[in-house]
Protein backbone atom coordinates (compact mmCIF):
# COMPACT_ATOMS: atom_id res chain seq x y z
CA UNK A 1 0.00 0.00 0.00
CA UNK A 2 1.20 3.47 -1.00
CA UNK A 3 2.09 5.73 2.37
CA UNK A 4 2.09 9.36 2.45
CA UNK A 5 2.25 11.78 5.49
CA UNK A 6 3.78 11.93 8.92
CA UNK A 7 2.28 9.98 11.73
CA UNK A 8 2.43 9.64 15.57
CA UNK A 9 4.57 7.54 17.06
CA UNK A 10 2.60 3.88 18.11
CA UNK A 11 1.20 3.03 21.29
CA UNK A 12 3.46 1.05 23.93
CA UNK A 13 3.78 -2.53 22.92
CA UNK A 14 4.37 -5.43 25.56
CA UNK A 15 5.78 -7.59 22.60
CA UNK A 16 9.16 -7.42 20.94
CA UNK A 17 8.24 -5.02 18.38
CA UNK A 18 9.66 -1.57 19.17
CA UNK A 19 7.42 1.96 18.66
CA UNK A 20 7.04 3.72 15.62
CA UNK A 21 9.63 6.56 14.71
CA UNK A 22 7.36 9.65 15.24
CA UNK A 23 7.97 10.44 11.39
CA UNK A 24 7.68 7.19 10.03
CA UNK A 25 4.81 7.83 7.14
CA UNK A 26 1.52 6.11 7.80
CA UNK A 27 -0.81 4.28 5.75
CA UNK A 28 -3.61 6.57 4.02
CA UNK A 29 -7.03 4.57 3.77
CA UNK A 30 -9.19 5.87 1.03
CA UNK A 31 -9.25 5.28 -3.12
CA UNK A 32 -6.04 5.40 -5.23
CA UNK A 33 -4.93 8.18 -5.90
CA UNK A 34 -5.96 7.45 -10.14
CA UNK A 35 -9.41 6.62 -8.86
CA UNK A 36 -10.51 10.25 -10.59
CA UNK A 37 -9.35 10.11 -13.80
CA UNK A 38 -11.91 8.58 -15.82
CA UNK A 39 -13.17 8.98 -19.40
CA UNK A 40 -16.42 8.03 -20.95
CA UNK A 41 -16.15 5.07 -23.27
CA UNK A 42 -17.67 6.43 -25.87
CA UNK A 43 -21.90 5.87 -25.79
CA UNK A 44 -21.51 3.29 -23.29
CA UNK A 45 -22.51 4.86 -20.30
CA UNK A 46 -19.53 3.46 -18.72
CA UNK A 47 -16.25 5.23 -17.67
CA UNK A 48 -12.84 4.04 -17.47
CA UNK A 49 -9.40 4.89 -16.97
CA UNK A 50 -7.67 5.84 -19.78
CA UNK A 51 -5.32 2.52 -19.82
CA UNK A 52 -6.87 -0.96 -20.20
CA UNK A 53 -5.22 -3.55 -18.41
CA UNK A 54 -5.09 -6.70 -21.02
CA UNK A 55 -4.95 -10.06 -19.85
CA UNK A 56 -2.99 -11.47 -23.04
CA UNK A 57 -0.07 -12.85 -20.62
CA UNK A 58 -2.17 -13.97 -18.03
CA UNK A 59 -1.54 -18.33 -18.18
CA UNK A 60 0.70 -17.87 -21.02
CA UNK A 61 3.97 -16.71 -19.77
CA UNK A 62 3.23 -15.36 -15.87
CA UNK A 63 1.67 -17.74 -13.45
CA UNK A 64 -1.34 -16.64 -11.49
CA UNK A 65 0.68 -15.39 -8.70
CA UNK A 66 2.26 -12.83 -10.78
CA UNK A 67 -0.83 -11.92 -12.45
CA UNK A 68 -2.47 -11.20 -9.76
CA UNK A 69 0.26 -9.29 -8.74
CA UNK A 70 0.23 -7.22 -11.51
CA UNK A 71 -3.90 -7.09 -11.31
CA UNK A 72 -3.24 -5.52 -7.78
CA UNK A 73 -0.74 -2.90 -9.09
CA UNK A 74 -3.00 -2.00 -11.62
CA UNK A 75 -5.95 -1.32 -9.51
CA UNK A 76 -3.82 0.55 -6.62
CA UNK A 77 -3.37 2.95 -9.40
CA UNK A 78 -7.15 3.87 -10.08
CA UNK A 79 -7.19 1.15 -13.17
CA UNK A 80 -11.07 0.26 -13.35
CA UNK A 81 -10.55 -1.58 -16.78
CA UNK A 82 -9.87 -5.08 -18.23
CA UNK A 83 -9.66 -6.79 -21.40
CA UNK A 84 -9.37 -10.12 -21.90
CA UNK A 85 -10.16 -13.22 -24.83
CA UNK A 86 -11.64 -16.51 -24.71
CA UNK A 87 -8.45 -17.74 -26.50
CA UNK A 88 -5.85 -16.17 -24.09
CA UNK A 89 -3.92 -19.10 -22.99
CA UNK A 90 -7.11 -21.60 -23.85
CA UNK A 91 -8.82 -19.51 -21.73
CA UNK A 92 -6.60 -19.79 -18.48
CA UNK A 93 -6.66 -15.73 -18.65
CA UNK A 94 -10.25 -15.61 -17.94
CA UNK A 95 -10.00 -17.76 -14.92
CA UNK A 96 -7.14 -16.30 -13.30
CA UNK A 97 -8.99 -12.69 -13.65
CA UNK A 98 -12.16 -14.06 -12.48
CA UNK A 99 -10.21 -15.59 -9.34
CA UNK A 100 -8.54 -12.37 -8.94
CA UNK A 101 -12.02 -10.16 -8.89
CA UNK A 102 -13.85 -12.68 -6.46
CA UNK A 103 -10.55 -12.88 -3.78
CA UNK A 104 -10.40 -8.55 -4.26
CA UNK A 105 -14.02 -8.76 -4.11
CA UNK A 106 -14.09 -5.60 -7.29
CA UNK A 107 -16.22 -6.94 -9.57
CA UNK A 108 -18.47 -4.42 -9.54
CA UNK A 109 -15.45 -1.60 -9.57
CA UNK A 110 -14.18 -3.07 -13.13
CA UNK A 111 -15.13 -2.87 -16.89
CA UNK A 112 -14.79 -6.13 -17.96
CA UNK A 113 -13.97 -6.70 -21.88
CA UNK A 114 -13.75 -10.04 -23.72
CA UNK A 115 -13.09 -10.90 -26.84
CA UNK A 116 -15.30 -13.74 -28.17
CA UNK A 117 -14.52 -15.88 -31.72
CA UNK A 118 -11.50 -17.37 -31.07
CA UNK A 119 -12.11 -20.13 -28.35
CA UNK A 120 -10.85 -24.24 -29.97
CA UNK A 121 -13.98 -25.14 -28.41
CA UNK A 122 -16.40 -22.88 -29.49
CA UNK A 123 -15.10 -20.75 -33.03
CA UNK A 124 -16.63 -18.24 -34.45
CA UNK A 125 -19.26 -16.32 -34.18
CA UNK A 126 -22.37 -18.39 -35.58
CA UNK A 127 -25.59 -18.21 -33.23
CA UNK A 128 -25.10 -21.48 -31.46
CA UNK A 129 -21.08 -20.91 -30.98
CA UNK A 130 -21.13 -16.96 -29.91
CA UNK A 131 -24.09 -18.20 -26.96
CA UNK A 132 -21.78 -21.26 -26.21
CA UNK A 133 -18.44 -18.99 -26.43
CA UNK A 134 -20.13 -16.04 -24.05
CA UNK A 135 -21.25 -18.88 -21.47
CA UNK A 136 -17.52 -20.39 -21.05
CA UNK A 137 -16.12 -17.05 -20.61
CA UNK A 138 -18.90 -16.34 -17.88
CA UNK A 139 -18.31 -19.41 -16.22
CA UNK A 140 -14.06 -19.00 -16.00
CA UNK A 141 -14.72 -15.20 -15.31
CA UNK A 142 -16.79 -16.45 -12.02
CA UNK A 143 -19.45 -13.44 -13.56
CA UNK A 144 -23.05 -12.80 -14.80
CA UNK A 145 -22.14 -10.76 -17.32
CA UNK A 146 -19.57 -9.14 -19.76
CA UNK A 147 -19.43 -5.55 -19.74
CA UNK A 148 -17.91 -4.95 -23.24
CA UNK A 149 -18.45 -7.70 -25.56
CA UNK A 150 -15.84 -7.75 -28.12
CA UNK A 151 -17.09 -9.64 -31.88
CA UNK A 152 -14.09 -11.26 -33.49
CA UNK A 153 -14.57 -11.03 -36.78
CA UNK A 154 -11.08 -12.46 -37.89
CA UNK A 155 -12.98 -15.69 -36.80
CA UNK A 156 -12.36 -18.43 -39.27
CA UNK A 157 -15.94 -19.47 -39.29
CA UNK A 158 -17.42 -16.15 -39.92
CA UNK A 159 -21.13 -15.42 -39.71
CA UNK A 160 -23.66 -13.11 -41.57
CA UNK A 161 -23.32 -9.38 -39.66
CA UNK A 162 -26.92 -9.69 -39.42
CA UNK A 163 -27.01 -12.90 -37.61
CA UNK A 164 -24.16 -12.31 -35.21
CA UNK A 165 -26.31 -9.13 -34.18
CA UNK A 166 -29.46 -10.78 -33.90
CA UNK A 167 -27.27 -12.95 -31.01
CA UNK A 168 -25.61 -10.40 -29.54
CA UNK A 169 -29.23 -8.45 -28.94
CA UNK A 170 -30.71 -11.93 -27.08
CA UNK A 171 -27.56 -11.61 -25.03
CA UNK A 172 -27.62 -8.11 -24.55
CA UNK A 173 -31.81 -8.66 -23.19
CA UNK A 174 -30.33 -11.73 -21.32
CA UNK A 175 -28.14 -9.65 -19.06
CA UNK A 176 -24.90 -10.91 -19.81
CA UNK A 177 -23.14 -8.46 -22.08
CA UNK A 178 -23.82 -4.91 -21.24
CA UNK A 179 -22.19 -3.21 -25.06
CA UNK A 180 -20.93 -4.68 -28.02
CA UNK A 181 -17.42 -4.03 -29.14
CA UNK A 182 -16.00 -5.15 -32.70
CA UNK A 183 -12.46 -6.33 -34.02
CA UNK A 184 -11.53 -7.40 -37.28
CA UNK A 185 -14.43 -5.33 -38.82
CA UNK A 186 -14.05 -3.32 -42.52
CA UNK A 187 -15.05 -0.28 -42.45
CA UNK A 188 -17.98 -0.94 -44.52
CA UNK A 189 -19.39 -3.95 -42.41
CA UNK A 190 -19.35 -0.84 -39.65
CA UNK A 191 -21.41 0.98 -41.40
CA UNK A 192 -23.80 -1.37 -42.24
CA UNK A 193 -23.34 -2.40 -38.51
CA UNK A 194 -24.92 1.06 -37.89
CA UNK A 195 -27.56 1.10 -40.48
CA UNK A 196 -28.92 -2.05 -38.53
CA UNK A 197 -29.02 -0.51 -35.37
CA UNK A 198 -32.05 1.43 -36.86
CA UNK A 199 -34.03 -1.83 -36.88
CA UNK A 200 -33.59 -2.55 -33.15
CA UNK A 201 -30.12 -4.63 -33.62
CA UNK A 202 -27.43 -3.39 -30.65
CA UNK A 203 -25.02 -0.30 -31.58
CA UNK A 204 -21.36 -1.59 -31.95
CA UNK A 205 -19.90 1.23 -29.48
CA UNK A 206 -16.25 0.12 -29.13
CA UNK A 207 -13.32 -0.91 -31.61
CA UNK A 208 -10.53 -2.64 -31.06
CA UNK A 209 -8.24 -2.27 -34.04
CA UNK A 210 -4.13 -2.43 -33.95
CA UNK A 211 -2.50 0.77 -33.17
CA UNK A 212 0.48 2.34 -32.53
CA UNK A 213 3.23 5.08 -33.62
CA UNK A 214 5.18 2.51 -36.04
CA UNK A 215 1.18 0.40 -37.03
CA UNK A 216 -1.54 2.96 -38.44
CA UNK A 217 -1.96 1.88 -41.90
CA UNK A 218 -4.51 -0.73 -40.34
CA UNK A 219 -6.35 2.27 -38.72
CA UNK A 220 -5.52 5.67 -40.95
CA UNK A 221 -7.64 5.18 -43.35
CA UNK A 222 -11.93 4.86 -43.66
CA UNK A 223 -11.46 2.94 -40.56
CA UNK A 224 -10.51 5.68 -38.52
CA UNK A 225 -13.03 8.12 -40.69
CA UNK A 226 -15.93 5.86 -39.54
CA UNK A 227 -15.14 5.44 -35.83
CA UNK A 228 -15.45 9.16 -35.36
CA UNK A 229 -18.46 10.02 -37.65
CA UNK A 230 -20.00 6.79 -35.23
CA UNK A 231 -18.52 8.43 -31.78
CA UNK A 232 -16.85 5.03 -30.96
CA UNK A 233 -14.66 4.44 -27.87
CA UNK A 234 -11.39 3.67 -29.90
CA UNK A 235 -9.32 0.51 -27.38
CA UNK A 236 -6.12 0.04 -29.64
CA UNK A 237 -4.32 -3.42 -28.93
CA UNK A 238 -1.23 -3.68 -29.59
CA UNK A 239 0.31 -0.34 -28.03
CA UNK A 240 3.65 -0.93 -27.45
CA UNK A 241 3.87 -3.58 -30.82
CA UNK A 242 4.52 -6.65 -29.05
CA UNK A 243 7.12 -5.12 -26.69
CA UNK A 244 9.20 -3.57 -29.45
CA UNK A 245 8.23 0.35 -28.57
CA UNK A 246 9.59 -0.70 -24.87
CA UNK A 247 12.94 0.34 -26.22
CA UNK A 248 14.41 -2.60 -24.59
CA UNK A 249 15.27 -5.10 -27.41
CA UNK A 250 16.93 -3.19 -30.43
CA UNK A 251 19.56 -5.83 -31.29
CA UNK A 252 18.84 -8.96 -33.94
CA UNK A 253 20.02 -12.34 -32.59
CA UNK A 254 21.04 -15.37 -35.14
CA UNK A 255 19.50 -18.27 -32.56
CA UNK A 256 16.09 -19.46 -33.66
CA UNK A 257 13.33 -17.10 -32.41
CA UNK A 258 10.60 -17.50 -30.41
CA UNK A 259 6.94 -15.97 -32.15
CA UNK A 260 7.38 -13.23 -29.75
CA UNK A 261 10.83 -12.44 -30.61
CA UNK A 262 10.03 -12.66 -34.37
CA UNK A 263 7.09 -10.04 -34.13
CA UNK A 264 9.66 -6.96 -32.07
CA UNK A 265 12.48 -7.85 -34.44
CA UNK A 266 10.26 -6.94 -37.46
CA UNK A 267 10.53 -3.25 -36.47
CA UNK A 268 14.51 -3.54 -36.34
CA UNK A 269 14.68 -1.40 -39.66
CA UNK A 270 15.92 2.50 -40.35
CA UNK A 271 12.45 3.25 -39.68
CA UNK A 272 12.33 1.21 -36.25
CA UNK A 273 15.73 2.62 -35.30
CA UNK A 274 14.38 6.08 -35.89
CA UNK A 275 11.16 5.67 -33.78
CA UNK A 276 13.38 4.28 -30.45
CA UNK A 277 15.48 7.07 -30.89
CA UNK A 278 12.65 9.93 -31.23
CA UNK A 279 11.00 8.38 -28.50
CA UNK A 280 14.34 8.34 -26.15
CA UNK A 281 14.82 11.93 -26.85
CA UNK A 282 11.54 12.62 -25.45
CA UNK A 283 11.37 9.90 -22.52
CA UNK A 284 15.11 11.34 -21.35
CA UNK A 285 13.00 14.92 -21.94
CA UNK A 286 10.60 14.29 -19.67
CA UNK A 287 12.21 11.43 -17.53
CA UNK A 288 10.51 8.42 -18.12
CA UNK A 289 10.57 5.89 -20.66
CA UNK A 290 9.68 5.09 -23.77
CA UNK A 291 6.72 2.52 -22.95
CA UNK A 292 5.36 5.72 -21.46
CA UNK A 293 5.57 7.94 -24.19
CA UNK A 294 4.56 5.51 -26.98
CA UNK A 295 0.43 5.38 -24.46
CA UNK A 296 1.08 9.21 -24.50
CA UNK A 297 1.50 9.27 -28.44
CA UNK A 298 -1.53 7.03 -28.36
CA UNK A 299 -3.89 9.17 -26.08
CA UNK A 300 -2.44 12.37 -27.85
CA UNK A 301 -4.81 10.61 -31.20
CA UNK A 302 -8.69 12.52 -30.32
CA UNK A 303 -10.00 9.03 -31.50
CA UNK A 304 -8.57 6.95 -28.76
CA UNK A 305 -10.13 6.66 -25.52
CA UNK A 306 -7.91 4.03 -23.67
CA UNK A 307 -5.19 1.52 -25.47
CA UNK A 308 -5.03 -1.96 -24.23
CA UNK A 309 -1.86 -2.82 -22.93
CA UNK A 310 -0.32 -6.16 -21.50
CA UNK A 311 2.39 -6.42 -18.80
CA UNK A 312 4.44 -9.25 -17.35
CA UNK A 313 5.63 -7.95 -14.19
CA UNK A 314 3.80 -5.20 -11.82
CA UNK A 315 6.89 -2.79 -12.08
CA UNK A 316 5.36 -2.35 -15.64
CA UNK A 317 2.23 -1.36 -14.81
CA UNK A 318 3.50 1.73 -13.22
CA UNK A 319 5.61 2.32 -16.02
CA UNK A 320 2.63 2.45 -18.61
CA UNK A 321 0.38 4.83 -16.46
CA UNK A 322 2.87 7.53 -16.14
CA UNK A 323 1.48 7.63 -19.93
CA UNK A 324 -1.38 9.14 -18.45
CA UNK A 325 -0.08 11.66 -17.19
CA UNK A 326 1.72 12.71 -19.75
CA UNK A 327 1.04 16.00 -22.44
CA UNK A 328 3.16 15.53 -25.85
CA UNK A 329 3.72 18.67 -27.08
CA UNK A 330 3.15 19.62 -30.85
CA UNK A 331 6.86 19.78 -31.48
CA UNK A 332 7.27 16.21 -30.03
CA UNK A 333 4.24 14.70 -31.60
CA UNK A 334 6.15 16.11 -35.22
CA UNK A 335 9.19 14.52 -34.25
CA UNK A 336 7.86 11.32 -33.39
CA UNK A 337 5.56 11.55 -36.71
CA UNK A 338 8.74 12.34 -38.73
CA UNK A 339 10.73 9.54 -37.30
CA UNK A 340 7.91 6.94 -38.02
CA UNK A 341 7.56 7.58 -41.50
Do not use: C
Request: proline fraction near 6%; charged fraction near 20%.
Amino acid sequence: MAVFGIGASAAPDSGAQPAAHPSAPIPVQGPPLGSHVRVPLGETGMSVFPLILGGGEFGWTVDMSVSHDILDTYLATGGNAIHTADSYAGGRSEHIIGRWMAHRGVRDEMVLGVRIGGHPDHPGLGPVELVRAVEGSLTRLGTDRIDILYLDARAAAAAPLEETLATAEWLVEAGKARAIGAVGYRAEQLVEARILSAAGYPRITVLDVPFNVVRRSEFDSDLRVVAQAQSMAVTPSHALEHGFLSGLHRARVSAPLSVRAKQMTANLNRRGTRTLKALDAIAAELQTTDAAVSVAWLLAQRVVTAPIVNAFAPHQVEELVQGVGIRLTRSQLADIARAAE
